[in-house]
Nanobody, 123 residues
Framework: QVQLVESGGGLVQAGGSLRLSCAAS????????MSWFRQAPGKERDFVAG????????DYADSVKGRFTISRDNAKNTVYLQMNSLKPEDTAVYYC????????????????WGQGTQVTVSS
């Protein structure tokens, strides 16, 4: 079992920045591919960014490329999402997910989820 706890969300003006963190516990962290997803009210949970266990490969949704950066520190069992140039359409609850195996953007493929952290971007 892996427990995930997200933090770092909040209210920010358009053009601002936030850094989300997802702390993992329960099992060895490094074998897990980790991803960030987001879900706005009434919408599906969408892939934002992902990173392989060793951190060498990353993937991003087109809507966040060039603005968001995912990274991980396996010594701290933590994955981060640096979000710059935020837009009102980035407003959502952000979730981190963990899975053993290859990195994928498909939410159903993830085995473990955090409780989410709210990000609100005002115009």
């Amino acid at each position: 079992q892996v427990q995930l706890v997200e933090s770092g969300g909040g209210l920010v003006q358009a053009g601002g920045s936030l850094r989300l963190s997802c702390a993992a516990s329960g099992r060895t962290f490094s074998p897990y591919a980790m991803s960030w997803f987001r879900q706005a009210p009434g919408k599906e949970r969408d892939f934002v960014a992902g990173i392989t266990g060793g951190g060498r490969i990353t993937d991003y949704a087109d809507s966040v490329k060039g603005r968001f950066t995912i990274s991980r520190d396996n010594a701290k069992n933590t994955v981060y999402l640096q979000m710059n140039s935020l837009k009102p359409e980035d407003t959502a609850v952000y979730y981190c997910g963990a899975r053993l195996g290859v990195l994928t953007s498909r939410a159903p493929a993830y085995d473990y989820w955090g409780q989410g952290t709210q990000v609100t971007v005002s115009s």
